[in-house]
């Protein structure tokens, strides 16, 4: 539960006015209502919270539908990683959050691309780090760029979902799984506006989206993407495509 006498100091950055849901689902309800009431508490604008226990999310999974959840570990009917496994199948791209009473527990929800980890005991300070890393996570999903269609109708699509952007003329040509689309604005201008999202320059004019990358013949230097074709990493950025690839920039927001 909230504590009166600490001081909280959140940092909010510049992102939208978006709400997002969240679902804490801990088999201890009134464990789980202290959450809700803290985020609620810290974030009024940015959450909207519900809480579960571990059998009422077991049946309710198959209509879930949140942004966030916070999962415990231990549950006697279902516990976290396995229900992770079960939102993962469904093909949710939604942050997991896990509550565990012991730090070694933690290493389990890797292999669902935990966005965090809080141990129970002392969880307070450390969600409210992961409310701001979620909210920029969240709203950095969700962020549009403003663009016109080949029949040039004027339409919104999502930054994320863009696989490469490049300069014709004076317009930035992007694509996605829907088709082309072009927007008023300069390569650099894009890249700039937009440097929290993982895209990297294979080659002069070019902007490839490192999650569309299916894999790279380092030999041959090619690209090749998701269904997408394939394109050349020039020698002079080859280097620096190479030490971004590496990184693993590309499974920041998958």
């Given at each position: ?96 959050v896990f509550l565990t009473t012991h730090h070694e527990l933690s290493i389990t929800g890797y292999e669902y691309r935990a966005f965090r980890f809080l141990v ?16 920029m996570e969240l709203n950095k999903r969700n962020k549009f760029l403003d663009v016109r269609n080949e029949a040039s109708v004027p339409v919104k699509i999502l ?96």
């Amino acid at each position: 539960m909230f504590r009166q006498n600490f001081v909280i100091i959140i940092v909010m950055k510049e992102w939208s006015e978006m709400s997002f849901a969240v679902l804490v689902v801990d088999d201890d309800l009134d464990f789980a209502e202290s959450v809700k009431k803290d985020i609620q508490y810290m974030f009024p604008d940015h959450f909207i919270v519900d809480v579960m226990s571990d059998v009422q999310i077991l049946n309710n999974i198959n209509t879930a539908n949140y942004d966030l959840y916070i999962l415990d570990i231990e549950m006697p009917a279902i516990g976290g990683v396995d229900l992770a496994e079960k939102l993962h199948d469904r093909k949710q791209e939604s942050l997991l959050v896990f509550l565990t009473t012991h730090h070694e527990l933690s290493i389990t929800g890797y292999e669902y691309r935990a966005f965090r980890f809080l141990v129970k005991d002392n969880y307070l300070k450390s969600l409210i780090k992961m409310l701001n890393a979620a909210l920029m996570e969240l709203n950095k999903r969700n962020k549009f760029l403003d663009v016109r269609n080949e029949a040039s109708v004027p339409v919104k699509i999502l930054v994320k979902d863009i696989i490469c952007a490049y300069t014709v003329k004076n317009y930035l040509v992007v694509e996605t799984e829907t088709g082309l689309y072009q927007a008023r604005i300069s390569l650099r201008e894009f890249q700039d506006s937009n440097s929290l999202f993982p895209f990297a320059s294979p080659n002069k004019g070019m902007l490839v989206n490192l999650n569309y990358i299916s894999h790279i013949d380092f030999d041959k230097a090619i690209i090749y993407l998701k269904g997408h074709g394939n394109m050349p990493i020039s020698r002079r950025k080859k280097k620096e495509f190479y030490m971004l690839y590496a990184k693993g920039v590309h499974n920041s927001y998958d």
